[in-house]
């Protein structure tokens, strides 16, 4: 039986995958939910934006996958994107968010979808769903009174 996504039924999951290394032979590493794969080309050029924008767009968890330290393509690119994480994830603790929400593998990972399910078993949903939903909300109230007072 296929695993339920562990958060909620709208648990969402950003994986930032490196195209040198991060992709199984099979070309799927089975996650048991759906997850929304972004291709880099190191994730070294993974930007803090980037990932805080994956979570404005309603990621619940998102993950870097890169190459180990010494196999790295362009040298340094994991070791960067290593010490990006941890900035990032101070950045997600300041704002609320939390940094555990914010994970780093380095490939080859056969266990990553059981430790991408573990932390979101751990984790609420995001927050920043019910903001977005309160602020639909507001529109739509406004959008639909079209009546002169």
Same mark, same amino acid.
């Given at each position: 039986m296929p695993l339920q996504s562990p958060s909620s039924t709208s648990a969402a999951v950003t994986v930032f995958l490196c195209t040198n290394c991060a992709r199984p @032979?099979?070309? &799927?590493?089975?996650?048991p939910w759906p997850v929304r794969e972004i291709p880099v080309p190191c994730?070294?050029?993974l930007q803090?934006?980037?990932?805080?924008? @994956?979570?404005?767009?309603? @990621?619940?968890?998102?993950?870097?996958?890169?190459? &180990?330290? &010494?196999e790295c393509h362009y040298l340094e690119g994991s070791k960067r994107c290593g010490h990006r994480v941890e900035y990032v994830r101070?950045?997600?603790?300041?704002?609320?968010?939390?940094?555990e929400r914010l994970l780093f593998f380095r490939a080859p990972g056969a266990a990553l979808p059981d430790q991408v399910r573990l932390a979101l078993?751990?984790?609420?949903?995001?927050?920043l769903h019910r903001i977005q939903t309160d602020k639909e909300?507001?529109?739509?109230?406004?959008?639909?009174?079209? @009546?002169e007072d």
């Open positions: @032979a099979a070309g &799927d590493f089975g996650w994730t070294g050029r803090p934006e980037h990932v805080l924008k @994956a979570f404005e767009s309603g @990621a619940d968890l998102v993950c870097a996958i890169g190459c &180990d330290e &010494d101070s950045i997600l603790r300041d704002i609320g968010l939390g940094g078993e751990s984790l609420p949903p995001n927050p909300v507001v529109n739509s109230c406004l959008e639909g009174d079209n @009546a």
